[in-house]
Nanobody, 123 residues
Framework: QVQLVESGGGLVQPGGSLRLSCAAS????????MGWFRQAPGKEREFVAA????????YYADSVKGRFTISRDNAKNTVYLQMNSLKPEDTAVYYC????????????????WGQGTQVTVSS
């Protein structure tokens, strides 16, 4: 089973930056499209960004487009989410996920999930 572990969350002021990392447990991860999702208290889990297995295709939610960048290093079995110009509304638990299929923005299509990492944006 693919296991995913997120790291890099924390407290940051509005306008600041964080880089989240998601480390996978096996090398077959390198062929899986990956996604980042987030969930705030009392709200539904929402799509943030996704990347194809090769890294050649990326997709972003409109709310983060231009501020967040998803990338992957298959040699390190790791996916990253660089978050810049953070806003209070970005506060959420961020999850990475893997899907053994085509790249998708639908969380129901992802088979493997990490435990999440908390991102809090506040002054």
């Amino acid at each position: 089973q693919v296991q995913l572990v997120e790291s890099g969350g924390g407290l940051v002021q509005p306008g600041g930056s964080l880089r989240l990392s998601c480390a996978a447990s096996e090398r077959t991860f390198s062929r899986y499209p990956m996604g980042w999702f987030r969930q705030a208290p009392g709200k539904e889990r929402e799509f943030v960004a996704a990347i194809s297995w090769s890294g050649g295709e990326t997709y972003y939610a409109d709310s983060v487009k231009g501020r967040f960048t998803i990338s992957r290093d298959n040699a390190k079995n790791t996916v990253y989410l660089q978050m810049n110009s953070l806003k209070p509304e970005d506060t959420a638990v961020y999850y990475c996920a893997a899907r053994p299929g085509v790249t998708s923005a639908d969380p129901d299509e992802y088979a493997y999930w990490g435990q999440g990492t908390q991102v809090t944006v506040s002054s």
